[in-house]
């Protein structure tokens, strides 16, 4: 028994107080280097004009959701105290509960478009490289533990602020307390646990343009590419020996 309790300490230390610490250096260490050396490489790498109609499906829930989800977390984290009075009144904790739920949701269904969309359309996913399907299966796990927590941890925008927030206000002030964590429910590691490798593995994909590029496309109106050359023609082999 004491033997399973010292590894499953060594387990906690090492999900919760170093893999942090690894996944936010690397993170910084490479997007600054990435920034520096390979600014052109900071981009999107759109695939919008290879195919539009489900690709707005995908991305414009996905965003909207996904920003919901992160202003949120970020309020809990930034503003504790202020949330936990927020959530003392119970009509307003069922607003932000659902809200978040709601945000979670929209997440969910874009990224299950995005991944229909990148395996249905081929010249689309010609253009999906390993990285690409990394990022969408741990969002896709991270979405989904999220909402699962929501259903069967309920609350959480309250401990969140109570118990979490704390234990990255630790982080941050290089004191790790992984005693907040280590109590919580096996599903809620797993989206904290996921949350890190998301981190570790972030600048090292297209998401990087997160940083330096802002998303006007959330409100502005659909871009539209025109093709001003006959595809027809363009793909026969004498319009390309006239090229030559």
């Given at each position: ?18 893999l ?17 050396r ?36 970020l ?33 969910l ?7 229909i ?11 999906t ?8 299966s ?22 969140f ?5 704390p ?34 593995l ?21 871009q ?21």
């Amino acid at each position: 028994m004491t033997q399973n309790t010292t590894i499953l300490d060594f387990f906690n230390l090492f999900w919760f107080g170093v893999l942090p610490y690894v996944a936010l250096f690397i993170f910084l260490l490479v997007s600054i280097q990435r920034y520096t050396r390979r600014g052109f490489s900071y981009s999107s790498l759109s695939s919008q004009f290879l195919e539009n109609k489900l690709h707005f499906w995908g991305m414009a829930p996905f965003h909207y959701g996904i920003i919901t989800i992160l202003f949120g977390h970020l309020l809990g984290f930034l503003i504790p105290r202020q949330v936990m009075i927020w959530n003392s009144n119970p009509l307003r904790l069922y607003i932000l509960e659902v809200s978040a739920f709601i945000g979670g949701i929209f997440a969910l269904v874009g990224l299950i478009n995005i991944l229909i969309r990148r395996l249905s359309d081929p010249r689309t996913k010609v253009v999906t490289s390993t990285a690409d399907w990394i990022v969408i299966s741990i969002l896709f796990f991270q979405i989904t533990t999220g909402l699962l927590v929501a259903i069967f941890n309920s609350w959480g925008s309250f401990w969140f602020a109570a118990s979490l927030a704390p234990y990255l206000w630790s982080l941050f002030t290089f004191n790790p307390d992984i005693a907040y964590v280590t109590p919580m429910p096996l599903l809620v590691k797993l989206h904290i646990i996921s949350a890190w490798f998301f981190f570790l593995l972030f600048p090292f994909t297209r998401l990087v343009h997160i940083l330096v590029v802002p998303n006007p496309y959330l409100w502005r109106k659909p871009q539209l590419v025109r093709w001003y050359w006959n595809r027809k023609k363009i793909s026969t082999p004498e319009f390309s020996m006239k090229r030559k």
